[in-house]
């Protein structure tokens, strides 16, 4: 079954610092997409970054990096020179399936406080 | 502003009363999805719908009903509200094409609270 483990319910980071974000996961399927997502205090779903299983190089976005390493089934995203305002509950999900049939899994989050 | 939209926002139901939460997206998104969000679960997918007339069952379907009214709508039904039903629900829809899509629109949430 897919499945999406992250193992990190909080994280703390001083600010200006980088930070990894840890995500994996499980499925058979060979297409596959995985997401990462922000969702601060105020509740709404912040997109943030995406890497197709067919990608050769890892996704950018800004100071946002995933480091995808598909043997290991690992997604882990890196957020560079960390902000206040990135103090947040990060989400990574998996989208799967087929057809016209695709569903988005979520892992359980982790929420990182960056401190000044 | 295009995008999806939840109503109510917030709602309290007394144990045994139905609601209904509405989900409207005016992106011609073929795909919508119902889930919720309780504290250290992450989101959960209650029931989604791939297409206009479809619909199947996600992780947590019980206690739920949905409607796929329309292309835009889709509608998410508690017949009998119980207290583990208080948790915020999140609805969003993607485009999709064989295996292309275009990413997930996520609505703003409705925070429900059954006593």
Redesign the interface.
Known sequence: AQKITQTQPGMFVQEKEAVTLDCTYDTSDPSYGLFWYKQPSSGEMIFLIYQGSYDQQNATEGRYSLNFQKARKSANLVISASQLGDSAMYFCAMRWGGGSNYKLTFGKGTLLTVNP | NAGVTQTPKFQVLKTGQSMTLQCAQDMNH??M?W?RQDP??????IY?S??EGTT?K??VPNGYNVSRLNKREFSLRLESAAPSQTS?Y?C?S?Y?QG?S?Y??T?G??TRLTVV
């Open positions: 073929n795909s999805y889930y250290g679960m992450g989101l959960r997918l989604y791939a297409s199947d996600g992780e915020v999140f969003a993607t999709h295996s899509f990413g997930y996520f703003s949430g």
